[in-house]
């Protein structure tokens, strides 16, 4: 049996939190072979109910659950930590763009990104779920100068789920045909799900819709379905979010699938011109726990100027949030 990792959830008692949790403990994670101690950090009036998600994680008696531990304290929260999920963070409501929910969230991530700093693992893996995701993840990752801003990221992998599932259910498929799907730039209402790199059966996605049904209904239905969420349960997604989370860790400590690729929030390196610095996503490759930014994607003039959008976007974010930039 390998040695425990410290995984650390924040927001833990709140509702993704809760679809989140016994996931890890099962292993669908981190694999079937590695015990996990799960750190969980909340606000303090949220104790209680994190104590009430600490007896159920007990209860059911997982073989690979090391130890749960409850703290209001991100310097106890984040002590030697291997992995956080960063999910603390008031969602949205209707009506609302999420970057709406920057200044009330943005100062949680500062203070987390400096406890990170002092008091995590050096090669910590960072997933940031709450809103505005990518936004949040820069602010971390400049608030914690030792660390590799490559091990700070942003979850866009629920706009990829979204995006293969429409084109499956479009092209009369399932998921298990699509490959290849890229989310770029900003999990936003600004975000390009690209049709023109994912592939169903290995033929070009593009080629098996019309461009009107890509422009006019596939791209703002995947842009605005979180917004349908809200709608719909009056709450914002939780188990698929939890679900995206899940994946997009998995995929960064065990690996990509042969020549697929997933949709990561990372640190742009500039790769296809986009600014350096900003957590942007691209496509990227996943082996060794470490990810890479597939260099080989098709870019014509559409995808271009819809990345570019979103790139301004995340700039115009950063711009608003520069005095918590470190
Ligand atoms: N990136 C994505 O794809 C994606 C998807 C769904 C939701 N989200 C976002 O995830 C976040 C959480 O959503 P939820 O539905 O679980 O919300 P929720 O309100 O049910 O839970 C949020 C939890 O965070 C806690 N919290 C608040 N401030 C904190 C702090 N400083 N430290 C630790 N914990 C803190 C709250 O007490 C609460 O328990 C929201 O910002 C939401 O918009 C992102
Ligand atoms: O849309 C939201 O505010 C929640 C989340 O980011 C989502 O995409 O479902």
């Known amino acids: 049996m390998k040695q425990p990792v410290r995984v650390t959830v924040t927001g833990a008692a709140g509702q993704i939190g809760y679809a989140l949790l016994f996931r890890i403990a099962s292993g669908a994670m981190l694999g079937d072979d590695q015990p996990v101690i799960l750190k969980l950090l909340d606000i303090t009036p949220a104790l209680e109910a994190l104590e009430g998600v600490r007896m159920e994680l007990e209860d059911c008696a997982f073989p690979l659950l090391a130890g749960v531990e409850c703290t209001d304290d991100p310097n106890t929260g984040f002590k030697d930590t291997d992995y956080a999920l960063l999910v603390g963070a008031r969602p949205r409501g209707p009506g609302m763009e999420r970057k709406d929910l920057l200044e009330a969230n943005a100062a949680i991530f500062s203070v987390q990104g400096k406890a990170i700093n002092d008091h ?10 709450g ?4 936004t949040n993840a820069l602010i971390t990752q400049r608030n914690a100068p030792d660390i590799d801003p490559r091990n ?19 092209t009369g498929t399932t998921v298990n045909d699509v490959t290849n799907m890229t989310i770029w730039g900003n999990h936003s209402a600004t975000q390009y799900p690209d049709l023109f790199n994912a592939k169903v059966n290995g033929q070009a996605a593009i080629d098996l819709v019309d461009q009107a049904w890509f422009e006019e209904d596939f791209i703002p239905t995947v842009q605005q ?3 349908a969420i809200i709608k719909a349960r009056g709450a914002s997604s939780a ?3 939890a679900n995206a989370a899940i994946g997009h860790m998995r995929s960064w400590a065990l690996g990509t699938e042969g020549d697929d690729w997933v949709s990561m929030g990372v640190y742009s390196d500039g790769s296809y011109g986009i600014a350096e610095g900003l957590i942007y996503s691209f496509p990227c490759r996943c082996c060794n726990g470490d990810w890479v930014i597939v260099q080989d994607a098709d870019i014509n003039d559409f995808s271009r100027a819809k990345m570019q959008a979103t790139e ?3 700039i115009e974010e ?4 520069a005095h918590l930039l470190g």
């Open 152 to 170: 700070f990221t942003a979850m866009t992998r629920l706009d990829h789920n979204r995006a293969m599932t429409q084109i499956a259910i479009k």
């Open 239 to 241: 188990a698929s979010a």
């Open 318 to 321: 950063r711009d608003a949030v």
């Open 120 to 129: 995590a693992s050096r090669n910590i893996k960072v997933l940031v779920v």
């Open 312 to 314: 301004q976007e995340l």
């Open 225 to 227: 379905r979180g917004a």
């Open 131 to 134: 809103n505005p995701a990518n």
